[in-house]
């Protein structure tokens, strides 16, 4: 699994909506990247203040907006 593909299924990891196969290539990919673990904590924090506001779950767009952010970031941090 490329961090990419790690970083596309971190929200449902959150959500607990993967199924099993792609939550253990999920962790796989999380023992062996201090990144992407660094990113999920992002997303874990993100899902929180969303939950203090009393939503249930993270509205499709701000998901979307972390996905797009983290995948900058990465790119900054790890050309190539
Ligand atoms: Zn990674």
Do not use: N, W
């Amino acid at each position: 699994m490329t961090c990419q593909e790690a970083i596309a299924l971190l929200v449902d990891h959150l959500e607990a909506t993967l199924d099993d196969e792609q939550r253990a290539r999920l962790e796989r990919h999380l023992a062996g990247c201090a990144p992407c673990v660094a990113y999920l904590r992002t997303y874990r924090r993100t899902r929180d203040v969303v939950a203090a506001e009393g939503r249930a779950e993270m509205p499709e767009e701000m998901k979307a907006r972390l996905r797009a952010f983290l995948l900058e970031e990465m790119r900054k941090s790890a050309p190539g």
